[in-house]
């Protein structure tokens, strides 16, 4: 079996596990948002928001920039906030496959070896000189200047998400995802052995026909958001088909879609 038969199979076997063990729900919910808790008491899931900002946005159209470069290409950001002193960026496509944590759990993403990276290699590697003198603390604090988006985040724009449910991979009538949280990844990303999903590889794994109901996730990857699950320390995520994953910190096959405030 090739090297991404065997990465898919992985990711399908291990979502299958934590479909059966994590999650209460057999059938997906969407995940509603109370406050600064996301709520969804039939999947057992509650969760303050991290991120204490929201995107400002007209989710029909999305202003674009480039900020920062890979390998001498710039990166395209969406402006998901932007007032008289300050843009708020959200990465376009999937930067880079990282580990959420060395670890398998983590408390938050401030502690996570992450959070750490994107804050220090990161940065240096992304941002000219000039950039970093733009890059802004988030929140006008001093904690750091890149974090990750939260489920809060990612409703803003896109008003609904789904759970994985339980047994949803066998599941061939099971068509609820959200197509518009997915991203493509860079060439880094895809260099550094994220998989981009393929969906006749995908049907043959679960031998199944799954017509065009994931042709819209051809050549996308899943990316990590910011939210972590207090009971089990793990790490929630956006698969390459557009729900919402709850998997172990140090998973390697998951990218990055970061978020920077830039002074104007």
Request: aromatic share 12%.
């Amino acid at each position: 079996m090739s090297k991404r038969n065997n990465l898919i199979l992985l990711i399908i076997t291990g979502l299958l596990i934590l479909s059966s063990c994590s999650f209460k729900s057999t059938r997906s919910v969407n995940i509603n948002v109370n406050g600064e808790n996301i709520v969804d008491a039939k999947a057992g899931f509650d969760t303050k928001d991290p991120n204490l900002f929201s995107f400002d946005v007209n989710t029909s159209e999305y202003a674009r920039t480039n900020f920062g470069s890979q390998n001498g290409e710039p990166l395209s950001w969406f402006i998901v906030d932007d007032d008289d002193d300050y843009q708020l960026l959200f990465s376009e496509k999937v930067i880079d496959v990282v580990l959420f944590d060395q670890k398998e759990s983590v408390n938050d993403f401030t502690e996570s070896s992450l959070c750490d990276y994107l804050n220090s290699d990161f940065v240096n590697i992304t941002f000219s000189n000039d950039e970093k003198e733009k890059l802004a603390f988030i929140n006008d604090t001093d904690e750091y200047q890149v974090t990750l988006p939260s489920l809060n985040n990612l409703l803003d724009l896109y008003g609904k998400m789904n759970y994985i449910k339980d047994g949803y991979y066998n599941d061939a009538d099971f068509f609820e995802a959200n197509t518009k949280i997915i991203a493509k990844p860079t060439e880094i990303a895809i260099n550094n052995d994220i998989d981009p999903f393929d969906n006749n590889t995908f049907a043959e794994i679960i031998q199944q026909d799954v017509d065009a109901r994931y042709d819209f996730a051809n050549g996308h990857v899943p990316y990590w958001v910011l939210n972590v699950d207090e009971e089990t320390g793990f790490p929630h995520y956006i698969t390459s088909t557009g729900y919402v994953g709850l998997i172990e910190a140090n998973t390697p096959y998951i990218g990055i879609r970061p978020i920077v405030r830039i002074k104007k």
